[in-house]
């Protein structure tokens, strides 16, 4: 049971290039969520998925997209990336919408130059 | 506007030693309260979770208490050692909003030398 597993772990990307951020989890949840951690900031909400076949927009959703492949993956895009989503990104998931008990994965160290 | 204020913004303490970590908060309506530890390059893992009516939750050394009237929190870790070393996330969600909307703080970065 590895819970939530993210790839890759690191990205360097230039300016206006594309990438898509992996996440899938074991757990059988139904809910999962794309957040990014800034220095001096809390998580932020971009996207995230109450179930399977449904997304919705969070916080800071400009310049993503995402895709709920199944109900056990969540893919984060960047079409064309910017300096400015420089940044950790967290995929966590739950069982249900609001789910008390939020699992985060590992984390993806994303520098875009 | 919906916020979590975390204080202090990082804290050093010797190993031994009992520290408290502060959250206020201005969500509301309120659900629950959640503690989240993070250690340095990895993701966070939940400590503690506190709805309206409960005042206190413990999780080993980790205590956590809650006063719904005057929107604080805090955590209590005792007898620290150096694997608490992280940062400590205070998290809020609202009831009935949207989505699953979370509020996190800005956390706390605890040190623990020996």
């Known amino acids: 049971n590895a819970g939530v597993t993210q790839t890759p772990k690191f990205q360097v990307l230039k300016t206006g290039q594309s990438m898509t951020l992996q996440c899938a989890q074991d757990?059988?949840?139904?809910?999962m969520y794309w957040y990014r951690q800034d220095p001096g900031m809390g998580l932020r909400l971009i996207y995230y998925?109450?179930?399977?076949?449904?997304?919705d927009k969070g916080e800071v959703p400009n310049g993503y997209n995402v895709s709920r492949l199944n109900k056990r993956e969540f893919s984060l895009r960047l079409e064309s990336a910017a300096p400015s989503q420089t940044s950790v990104y967290f995929c966590?998931?739950?069982?249900?919408?609001?789910?008390?008990?939020?699992?985060f994965g590992p984390g993806t160290r994303l520098t875009v130059t | 506007k919906n916020q979590v204020e975390q204080s202090p913004q990082s804290l050093i303490i010797l190993e031994g030693k009992n520290c408290t970590l502060q959250?206020?908060?201005?969500?509301?309506?309120?659900?629950?309260l959640r503690w989240y530890k993070q250690d340095t390059g990895r993701g966070p893992v939940s400590l503690t979770i506190?709805?309206?009516?409960?005042n206190t939750k413990s999780n080993g050394r980790y205590t956590a208490t809650l006063d719904a009237d005057t929107k604080q929190s805090s955590l209590h870790i005792t007898a620290s050692q150096l694997s608490d070393s992280a940062s400590y996330i205070c998290?809020?969600?609202?009831?009935?909003?949207?989505?699953?909307?979370?509020?996190f703080g800005k956390g706390t970065t605890l040190s623990v030398s020996s």
């Open positions: 959250c206020n908060y201005t969500v509301s309506p309120f659900s629950n």
């Open positions: 506190m709805t309206f009516s409960e």
């Open positions: 998925s109450a179930s399977e076949g449904t997304t």
């Open positions: 757990m059988n949840h139904n809910s």
């Open positions: 966590a998931s739950t069982e249900r919408p609001g789910g008390n008990e939020q699992y």
């Open positions: 998290v809020v969600r609202g009831a009935g909003q949207a989505g699953t909307a979370l509020i």
